[in-house]
T-cell receptor, first 114, second 114 residues
Framework: DAGITQSPRHKVTETGTPVTLRCHQT?????MYWYRQDPGHGLRLIHY???????DKGEVSDGYSVSRSKTEDFLLTLESATSSQTSVYFC?????????????FGQGTRLTVV | AQSVTQLGSHVSVSEGALVLLRCNYS??????LFWYVQYPNQGLQLLLK??????LVKGINGFEAEFKKSETSFHLTKPSAHMSDAAEYFC????????????FGAGTTVTVRA
């Protein structure tokens, strides 16, 4: 398995509080992504990174921010959690070298906002 | 922009029967195509991918998929279903010119009947 660790694996938080999810990789891959998974929607891209301090928005970025200060770590922050952000969050990494175009996924973080 | 449509949110097959999961995509350029599988409470695992070359690609666990440009399809098949194939399956597409971001279909849940 690709070396991807997400923390925490489960979290319950209250509406209006900030929350940070962490993704740590040991593969030295250039690209890192945050997706959310919701029934009927598959996975949708929140933000991604193409290098240290280089990030960009995905299709559902409102209410989220990210940071990548080191190759191995990619943080996702919910600035003020809302119930609509209750979801399962997946981090993914990709090498992007040659035809190594596939993404490898972490085990996910189940976030509940009450 | 790219999009993926998976036909059928639920598929039920008998053990030993053919598994056929349908995926159609929309892309302005020849895309990279992927099938992922997700078992309960786990992350996504790559089944197979198409990047270039042979249009029939073989993956893990006896699955294969065929890229048909004229039909903009990438259907997944397995000749004989096993109980262990019960899972959710996702088709995904990425733009080769981009940062390997994936656009996912909504997913198809496969149930295998004994």
């Amino acid at each position: 398995d690709a070396g991807i660790t997400q923390s925490p694996r489960h979290k319950v938080t209250e509406t209006g509080t900030p929350v940070t999810l962490r993704c740590h990789q040991t593969e030295n891959h250039r690209y890192m992504y945050w997706y959310r998974q919701d029934p009927g929607h598959g996975l949708r891209l929140i933000h991604y990174s193409y290098g240290v301090k280089d990030t960009d928005k995905g299709e559902v970025s409102d209410g989220y921010s990210v940071s990548r200060s080191k190759t191995e770590d990619f943080l996702l922050t919910l600035e003020s959690a809302t119930s609509s952000q209750t979801s399962v969050y997946f981090c993914a990494i990709s090498d992007g070298q040659g035809l190594n175009t596939e993404a490898f996924f972490g085990q996910g973080t189940r976030l509940t906002v009450v | 922009a790219q999009s993926v449509t998976q036909l059928g949110s639920h598929v039920s097959v008998s053990e030993g029967a053919l598994v056929l999961l349908r995926c159609n995509y929309s892309s302005s350029v020849p895309p990279y195509l992927f099938w992922y599988v997700q078992y309960p409470n786990q992350g996504l695992q790559l089944l197979l991918k198409y990047t270039t070359g042979a249009t029939l690609v073989k993956g893990i666990n006896g699955f294969e998929a065929e890229f048909k440009k004229s039909e903009t399809s990438f259907h997944l098949t397995k000749p004989s279903a096993h109980m262990s194939d019960a899972a959710e399956y996702f088709c995904a597409v990425s733009d080769p010119r981009g940062d390997y971001k994936l656009s996912f279909g909504a997913g198809t849940t496969v149930t295998v009947r004994a």
